[in-house]
DNA sequence: CAGGACAAAGTAAGCGCTTACGAGCGATGG
DNA sequence: CCATCGCTCGTAAGCGCTTACTTTGTCCTG
């Protein structure tokens, strides 16, 4: 067996063989240093460097018994949202040295069937609140490793991280409600779509009760910038008055802005329309996009420091976190 | 060994004991599902429901030699474009059946190192042009593993991606000088800094020398929001001459754009300021970015089944990929 | 009813690495 | 001068899975 490193791809054989040590002090060389002498050390060192070996990352993990890689389930990276959270997750996890492996669900067919997968090649899983798998998978994976759930108010049962929707939700229907005097609001985005966005509209409803008004039913869409022309329109055609719109989020409010815009209709002297999620654009549109911002890659980061903690000591009690929002108030709300 | 399935983690013993058979056949129920009789096949099917059982992917690696995954390094995940790549690379490789692990660059001290450990994780793995890796570890792990290039038109040696840079950038500057009639034009962005941004530089000065004018030296800037109050602040301050500025991406546009009204220059009758990325910030601004438009999507998944190709066959012939680019023209340049 | 063909399932040999354990050996101290 | 200690390093036993090969059992066929 092993060539002295003719063979294809240098394994821990070849370096130990031409290195005239045994495999053991080859795996030495790299995981411990200061066990084996300097000499013998260089040695080795010089040989890896000439074969170009890097050990196998799958055979060091069934060894060790750990991945040393998170899985991230995402349902797509548009926007700044998901990529942001990305950032920080990786930034978290790599400062464990574990690697994050990313599984993006939009258009996937059998979202399960990946996610179990998924399990097998890593410690730990987040799942964001707004990807659709089923609870059983959800549970499976459960016995296997730790999960933590992101932006998934409503699944009690796993432990989650979640950003503040109903208070912010809130304060901003009263801003502007109280500031600028509207009077009839509607929330663009579909409650039913992603916790989140239930929540928000449930702050939304809050404001409305607190101010004595009556909440209209939400305007459903989704968290894309293509449901903005439509959106646009129903207020441009009439089918839809109102002087405010609430929208789930940045791409949305963007786009039914931008439409409005261009059928004329002036915002925020007309109607007001705000975002959620303090993206790029929203601070070079003009007006300015009021909307809320969420520290997303603190999230991320938090996120996967906690998911370590977990994998170091599986039985630490599970929490529920929530991370708090800002109101970002800009010119799309009538401020000046 | 192996419990009926007390243990923590079920293994493929547990099962197959748990199933009366060998595990062999829960292998085989689990990877060519036809080989086993039906009857056989669901009872290991539901001893395997009842376990949780997840096969453990490290063991799998090790067995069949292929880590089914593949390593995608990036600087950084700001801005649209690597997020749109990420995108469509997590595609291209799902579809083949590979997940992806992402390694992003910025911020972390020992890059040469991770990329390393990476390459022992993954099948093949793609370098994005802006990261900074020794091209001794490009080596190295060219040895184990195939390496992609992205975005690195320099890199003769590995085969790569690239988007048409030089053509695009000659001919909006061709449009800024033939069309808007500017004549003291800059470019924001340090060439050194990423193949990319070289080559849009030298597109720029391409443009200059076909129209007999000599291209002023450029204008020094990361990609990055934070360089464009500089910049601007240097064009208000008068240390600067220019009726047109083409900066090196969107992000750094948008800036400087929005720096330059701010501080009274009106942007495009006083200058043009240009893009490069078409971001979703471009079309909301007013006015509007005239930006070029790459494929990035469709990029990441062209590189993701070249992987693949490479992966079945590590003989095919290297090539060198030059995707196209659209000039996108909105208001930022003088166009109406 | 013997013999062969074929389907189903078991046996066992790895895949490349980590690490507990122990052997060898020069240094140390009583 | 010999028992001990400590440092280095080799031996070998896995880690959990896949799969070539073999065995066993069934069902035809002539």
Same mark, same amino acid.
């Given at each position: 067996?092993?060539?002295?490193?003719?063979?294809?791809?240098?394994?821990?054989?070849?370096?130990?063989?031409?290195?005239?040590?045994s495999?053991?002090?080859?795996?030495?060389?790299?995981?411990?240093?200061?066990?084996?002498?300097?000499?013998t050390?260089?040695?080795?060192?010089?040989?890896?460097?000439? #074969?170009?070996?890097v050990?196998?990352?799958?055979?060091?993990?069934?060894?060790v018994?750990?991945?040393?890689?998170?899985?991230?389930v995402?349902?797509?990276?548009?926007g700044?949202?998901y990529?942001?959270?990305?950032?920080g997750?990786?930034?978290?996890?790599?400062?464990?040295? =574990?690697? $994050?492996?990313?599984?993006?669900?939009?258009?996937?067919?059998?979202?399960?069937?990946?996610?179990?997968?998924?399990a097998?090649?890593?410690?730990?899983?987040?799942?964001?609140?707004?990807?659709?798998?089923?609870?059983?998978?959800? =549970? +499976?994976?459960?016995?296997?490793?730790?999960? #933590?759930?992101? =932006?998934?108010?409503?699944?009690?049962?796993?432990?989650?991280?979640?950003?503040?929707?109903?208070?912010?939700?809130?304060?901003l229907?009263r801003?502007?409600?109280?500031?600028?005097?509207?009077?009839?609001?509607?929330? $663009?985005?579909s409650?039913?779509? =992603?916790d989140?966005?239930?929540?928000?509209?449930?702050g939304? $409803?809050a404001?409305?009760?607190?101010?004595?008004?009556?909440?209209?039913?939400?305007?459903?869409?989704?968290?894309?910038?293509?449901?903005?022309?439509? $959106?646009?329109?129903?207020l441009?055609?009439?089918?839809?008055? +109102?002087? +405010?719109?609430?929208?789930a989020?940045?791409?949305?409010?963007?786009?039914?802005?931008?439409h409005?815009?261009?059928?004329?209709?002036?915002?925020?002297?007309?109607?007001?329309?705000?975002?959620?999620d303090?993206?790029?654009?929203?601070?070079?549109?003009?007006?300015?996009?009021?909307?809320?911002?969420?520290?997303?890659?603190?999230?991320?980061?938090?996120?996967?420091?906690?998911?370590?903690?977990?994998?170091?000591?599986?039985t630490?009690?599970?929490?529920?976190?929530?991370?708090?929002?800002t109101?970002?108030?800009?010119?799309?709300?009538?401020?000046?």
């Open positions: 067996m092993s060539s002295d490193g003719t063979g294809r791809r240098p394994t821990i054989y070849s370096v130990a063989d031409r290195a005239q040590v495999i053991a002090t080859v795996s030495r060389v790299l995981r411990r240093p200061d066990e084996v002498r300097p000499a050390r260089d040695r080795v060192l010089q040989v890896v460097d000439e #074969l170009g070996y050990p196998d990352g799958a055979a060091r993990s069934l060894a018994k750990s991945h040393e890689a998170h899985g991230l995402l349902p797509e990276l548009g700044p949202y990529a942001d959270l990305l950032t997750y990786e930034q978290g996890a790599a400062d464990g040295g =574990a690697s $994050v492996v990313v599984l993006l669900t939009d258009g996937k067919a059998d979202v399960d069937l990946l996610v179990r997968r998924l097998g090649r890593v410690d730990g899983i987040v799942l964001m609140g707004a990807v659709q798998v089923a609870p059983t998978t959800v =549970a +499976a994976i459960r016995r296997k490793l730790p999960v #933590l759930g992101l =932006a998934n108010s409503h699944e009690e049962s796993v432990e989650s991280f979640v950003t503040e929707n109903v208070h912010s939700a809130e304060e229907t801003h502007l409600v109280e500031v600028h005097g509207r009077r009839r609001l509607r929330f $663009v985005g409650p039913d779509i =992603a989140d966005v239930h929540d928000r509209y449930a939304f $409803v404001a409305h009760q607190a101010a004595g008004l009556e909440a209209a039913p939400p305007v459903p869409a989704t968290f894309r910038e293509e449901d903005g022309p439509r $959106v646009a329109a129903l441009l055609e009439g089918e839809l008055e +109102a002087d +405010a719109l609430v929208c989020n940045d791409e949305l409010a963007l786009s039914v802005m931008r409005l815009s261009a059928g004329g209709v002036s915002v925020p002297d007309q109607v007001s329309v705000t975002g959620w303090d993206g790029m654009a929203a601070r070079y549109v003009t007006p300015g996009l009021t909307t809320v911002s969420q520290p997303v890659r603190e999230l991320g980061r938090q996120v996967a420091v906690r998911m370590r903690a977990l994998l170091e000591d599986p630490s009690v599970p929490e529920q976190h929530l991370l708090p929002t109101l970002v108030v800009r010119q799309s709300c009538g401020c000046p």
